[in-house]
Every structure is written in C-alpha cells, then in structure tokens.
C-alpha cells in the first residue's frame, strides 16, 4: 500500500496546453499530423485540464468512425481522415480557436 501512495503521482500522463491542441488540430485538418502523435494525444489522459480530456475524447470518437487511414507526408506516416472527419476536426478547431478558460 505504502508502495502505491509513494509512486501513484510518477505515473506519467499526458500534459497539453490548449495551444498544443489547437495545433493538433490545425495539422489534422491538413492532413500533415503524424500518426505517432495522433494516436500519442487520443490514447493517453490528459489528467490537469478536463476541457482538454474532453477534447480528447471527442477526437478518440473521431479515430473510431473519421479515420480513412494514413498517407506519406514527406516521408512521414499521416492520419488520414474522411470527409465527415474533416468536417468534424473543423469543428472542434473553430470551437478551440477562441475558447478561453474563465475563471468564477
């Protein structure tokens, strides 16, 4: 148990600010995003920002039915979306564009 106290907070998670995602998004909507990160940003909890998990959990819905599959962007492997993706990506883009956190 002690074991467990002392090494529950070095469990690594994913930390991204909105900038981070809103750029993430810009390149998904290019088609120019590496699949390493794709998958890096919807596999891993974002722990410190539910927005952004949240986020996060619409673009993992997205991977599911959005995906076409992956292309060589100079000589990288990229996601790929559909045309519903796309649409879906554009979005969340416009809606994390100028989203701002308010603090009450």
């Not at 469990?11 to 995602?21: D, F, W």
């Not at 819905?61 to 879906?88: A, M, P, Y």
């Amino acid at each position: 148990m002690i074991f467990f106290i002392r090494h529950k907070s070095k469990v690594p998670y994913y930390r991204l600010t909105k900038e981070q995602c809103v750029d993430l998004l810009v390149r998904a909507v290019q088609g120019c995003l590496p699949e390493h990160e794709w998958h890096a940003f919807i596999g891993m909890n974002i722990r410190d920002n539910e927005a952004l998990d949240v986020l996060r959990e619409q673009c993992l819905l997205l991977d599911e039915f959005g995906v076409r599959g992956t292309c060589l962007v100079d000589g990288h492997s990229c996601v790929s979306f559909n045309k519903s993706g796309i649409q879906r990506l554009e979005v969340l883009l416009d809606e994390w564009r100028f989203k701002t956190d308010y603090l009450v």
